[in-house]
């Protein structure tokens, strides 16, 4: 499993590496598949367990979610988040299965909102999109930070855990996680959103070492939660990935877990530096 892990990252970072630089159109089509693909797996589970969601009309607003970064973001936003609500019911007035509908609206609603929404961060952040007020170049290397911190995170939580570990931490969740390798997995993001505060290619101009060591631990944390939360969708579903199309990694879905709720704390951390709510680190 760990070799297969290696041998995908040898060729799966680098690509997602150039994607990231060149940016657009280039990410927004990467974000739009995986999340599409990562859609279609959350789906596909959930009607493993008997229950049948709107499939179709899930993949189709979580695209339109992850591309409406590139409108008017304050109109169109609204009007996502509207018409799903609204026109999803009426689909199911339309449908011939009446049992357990709402059960299904439900989890059709949830898929959008947890993959397209989340997923739309990240292309707003690279863009630099409004209200963020930030050059595509800053855009570019703050997803570099949400990437590659959420990255280190999980991969020293991993071996930490795995040398260490030895209190669980969430085991009726995730029985593998323990205390030991969360706190190592804090420590890794931390040490890595510090390499962006050093002059280099992806240097983040204004960040001082405290507001880094901040983004590190917040983006470990959130991203930790994120893991979790996907584990706890899995064994809800009875089912230990989401797939098996990325080799020694599970699915597409498995491989955003931690990823969505990082891209949001990073988004949202820009802001608070803009507005200079963080002035006092």
């Known amino acids: 499993m760990l070799k297969k892990r290696v041998i995908t990252a ?12 060149f940016g657009e159109p280039w990410f927004t089509i990467l974000v739009a598949i995986w999340g599409l693909l990562a859609a279609f797996e959350f789906y596909r589970m959930v009607a ?6 709107l499939t179709y009309f ?3 607003w979580t695209l339109l979610f992850i591309l409406s970064p590139h409108f ?3 109109i169109l936003t609204p009007l996502l988040l509207t ?3 609204i026109l999803s019911l009426i689909w199911l007035l339309l449908r011939r299965q009446k049992e357990g509908a709402f059960i299904g609206w439900a989890w059709t609603i949830g898929g959008i909102l947890y993959i397209g929404w989340l997923l739309s961060y990240f292309v707003a952040l690279r863009g630099g999109c409004p209200p963020l007020l930030i050059t595509k170049t800053a855009g570019r290397n703050w ?11 999980d991969t020293t939580a991993f071996f930490v855990g795995r040398a260490l570990g030895k209190h669980r931490l969430a085991p009726r969740i995730s029985p593998g996680k323990t205390w030991e390798g969360a706190v190592g997995g804090i420590i890794g993001a931390i040490i890595l959103s510090l390499f962006f505060t050093i002059p280099n290619p992806l240097y983040l ?3 001082s070492y405290w507001q880094a060591i901040l983004l590190g631990l917040l983006v470990s944390i959130f991203g930790q939660l994120g893991d979790l939360v996907e584990s706890l969708f899995k064994r809800n579903m009875g089912v230990k990935e989401s797939s098996k199309l990325i080799p020694g990694h599970g699915g ?6 931690s990823v969505v709720f990082a891209g949001v704390v990073v988004y949202y951390y820009v802001l608070s530096l803009n507005a200079g709510w963080l002035d006092w680190l």
């Open 143 to 153: 997803v570099f930070l949400a990437l590659f911190t959420t990255f280190a995170s």
């Open 48 to 53: 493993a367990s008997k229950v049948s969601p």
């Open 252 to 257: 597409f879905l498995d491989r955003i877990d």
């Open 58 to 60: 899930g993949l189709i």
């Open 72 to 74: 008017d973001y304050d």
């Open 205 to 207: 101009q204004g960040i």
């Open 10 to 21: 040898l060729w799966g970072i680098p690509l997602l590496i150039t994607i990231i630089w």
């Open 83 to 85: 018409s799903v609500v």
